[in-house]
């Protein structure tokens, strides 16, 4: 079923992740090459329910898709979440007229806008944006090759102390509910040790592991932790844990943060964010909704909401074996 769609109002929502802009800009232009109506709307669903709407052109969004993070800002809305707060953005996107949203986030982005579809019987097609990685129907989301870059970058150099003081270091990356960004780049920048919230290594394993790559000659050591790993209550306790039972280790901990999240975007985020926000209206034309545009084996796919969201994450098996045979 197609539907009469001339406005179409645009947002992200949630954490912001390099390649929003660039996901924002191809909404946009892509709404312009097909004679329809673009939308901004400011703060994610805050902006929504406060009527904090901007009109959008091709040229209104020039110079923006190398820029990290998001130009429309983003917000995590508790009032979002409660009825009131969902009624008020139906009433101000009536007022605009705008007949279909294309909202830019992740899992929590996801939920929100499958409610709201539900209660408002509204046309909304999703974009993953999350350096996590953590969204199920999509190979890859917006964001996550450009924070692995980061974290690469930054591992290389810490690298370089730990090899010049005979350290070990324990380096936390974030993944609260996922590894993908500790796993790859783990191997990327040669982790002896990768933990991650789908493998309970324990405390005890990782000594006897450390230990064994001691007697191997090894001076210095990196072990790249993922925010979601519970081997420990916390990665500082983790590292007095080590130190306690590993009197010959000099311990060290280096907490990336949102470093991760900044930055310009990879060429890779933003031929993905181009593809996947083109892909946003070609799917509203054809009259889809309630669904996520992915990119599965290199090809746009649409995905339904209830699929999209994250379940169990699959790591691949085969870059685990990679990471154990290449910690020896």
């Known amino acids: 079923m197609k539907f009469d769609i001339k406005r179409v109002g ?3 929502s949630g954490g912001d992740s390099p390649g929003m802009n660039a996901a924002i800009r191809a909404v946009v232009r892509s709404c312009s090459y097909h004679k329809l109506k673009c939308v901004g709307i400011y703060r994610g669903f805050d902006g929504l329910i406060e009527n904090d709407f901007i009109t959008l052109n091709a040229r209104a969004v020039k110079n923006i898709i190398n820029r990290g993070g998001t130009f429309l800002k983003s917000s ?11 009624n008020k953005a139906i009433i101000n996107l009536q007022k605009e007229k705008i007949d279909a949203l294309v909202v830019i ?25 999350t350096i996590d990685n953590d969204i199920n129907g999509t190979d890859y ?11 690469v970058e930054a591992i290389d150099k810490i690298r370089d102390t730990a090899h010049s003081h005979n350290r070990l270091f324990l380096i936390e990356v974030m993944g ?29 394993r990782l000594v006897e592991s450390l230990k064994r790559s001691k007697k191997s000659g090894k001076t210095s050591s990196i072990i790249v932790v993922s925010e979601g790993d519970k081997i420990g209550k916390n990665i500082f306790k983790l ?12 311990v060290r901990v280096s907490v990336l943060g949102y470093i991760q999240r900044g930055g310009s975007p990879s060429c890779f985020d933003r031929v993905l964010a181009s593809r996947l926000g083109v892909g946003a209206i070609d799917a509203l034309l054809k009259g889809e909704r309630n669904v996520m545009i992915g990119l599965k084996h290199n090809k746009i796919v649409s995905v339904p909401f209830s699929k999209a969201v994250k379940g169990d994450n699959n790591l691949d098996l085969e870059l685990i074996r990679v990471a154990d045979i ?3």
């Open 141 to 151: 989301s917006i964001g996550y090759d450009t924070a692995l870059n980061t974290v």
């Open 10 to 12: 645009v947002l992200t």
């Open 326 to 328: 290449m910690s020896i």
């Open 176 to 204: 609260r509910d996922a590894g993908d960004i500790a796993l790859n780049a783990g191997i990327g920048a040669g982790a002896e040790e990768i933990l991650i919230p789908e493998q309970k290594m324990g405390k005890d």
């Open 76 to 86: 995590r809305s508790s009032e979002f979440r409660t009825k009131e707060g969902r």
């Open 105 to 129: 986030g992740g899992d929590g982005t996801f939920r929100g806008a499958s409610v709201l579809s539900k209660e408002y019987d509204i046309v909304i097609i999703g974009l993953p944006g």
């Open 239 to 250: 590292a007095k844990y080590i130190e306690e039972n590993l009197v010959e280790y000099e």
